[in-house]
């Protein structure tokens, strides 16, 4: 099967946001793609050369989205993680990609006419005029977390499970951690109960469902686990994690789910008009 590019992609993100009711994550409209698309394998895992946490698939994606949203003002990015179609979205005809197709590279020429003419450069490229600053950050900070030590990722973890309203957080990660990393007990207003965490730096590698299970199958007596990942769970590996019938279910906080809570948290984020990164902060945790 030949690997969509960023136009290919864009009326299957459509499709995807539609059967979600219009609004989902970077990491939801991944998976309803893959499911919709029937991508085989290697196309759900090739890696991003040069980037720090996306498979080519999530890559061109964004690029997608960016294209939807600058080119065809079919999407917009109000809600911090969500992508939501909108009302020029929802009016595409699907059933013509490329019509959709043409009518973003012709909205594309005519907006770099304008900036060419603006800035007064006639040879610039294109590409340099898209700048999805919504998901840069998270790139460049899931690349400061993968460049730091395992331990650094357990505290930050820690740190995360804190915020979010665990006590006793105890971080016992190690060579001999046997596939767990920490341990907490959640109090939602009068009940508690125990978790186990596990949290692992894969850079754009996915995580499988046989990791999921490995990680269910380590919990013991404890019946709620949390797996942490700077990169994406593949479709097969959530539905493993929610699966009632295997009796512990696992929550799953991917990459971008990561980078929101730290934002959310203001863990080592800094927000005013941008999205700024305390690189000293993650360097030193």
């Not at 979600?20 to 893959?34: F, L, R, S």
């Not at 979010?164 to 016992?172: A, L, M, R, Y």
């Not at 539905?239 to 991917?254: A, F, H």
Request: with cysteine; aromatic share 8%; hydrophobic share 30%.
């Amino acid at each position: 099967m030949k690997f969509p590019d960023h136009l290919e992609l864009i009326v299957p993100t459509i499709k995807a946001l539609k059967e979600m009711g219009g609004t989902a994550t970077p990491a939801e409209i991944t998976n309803k793609v893959i499911e919709l698309e029937k991508y085989p394998e290697e196309i759900q895992t090739e890696p991003q050369k040069g980037d720090g946490y996306r498979t080519k698939l999530e890559y061109r994606l964004a690029w997608a989205r960016t294209y939807m949203k600058k080119f065809l003002n079919a999407i917009e990015d109000k809600s911090r993680g969500l992508w939501s179609l909108t009302a020029d979205g929802l009016k595409l005809d699907v059933s013509d990609p490329k019509k959709i197709i043409e009518l973003a590279t012709e909205n594309k020429k005519k907006d770099l006419k304008t900036w060419q003419k603006n800035s007064k450069k006639e040879n610039t490229n294109s590409e340099e005029i898209i700048d999805d600053d919504s998901e840069d950050w998270k790139n460049e900070l899931l690349g400061i977390i993968n460049s730091s030590s395992p331990k650094s990722f357990e505290n930050l973890s820690q740190r995360i499970l804190r915020e979010s309203g665990c006590i006793d957080v105890k971080v016992s990660g190690g060579a001999n951690d046997k596939g767990i990393d920490g341990s907490a007990v959640l109090r939602l207003g009068l009940i508690s109960f125990p978790v186990k965490f596990q949290c692992k730096r894969y850079g754009s590698t996915v995580v499988t469902p046989n990791q999921v299970r490995e990680f269910r199958g380590s919990l013991g007596q404890i019946d709620k686990g949390i797996f942490i990942t700077t990169s994406r769970f593949t479709k097969l590996a959530i539905e493993e994690g929610q699966d009632p019938t295997k009796g512990k279910t696992i929550d799953l906080i991917d990459g971008d789910r990561l980078c929101e809570l730290l934002r959310e948290y203001k863990i080592g984020i800094k927000e005013k008009n941008d999205v700024n990164i305390d690189k000293d902060f993650f360097e030193n945790i």
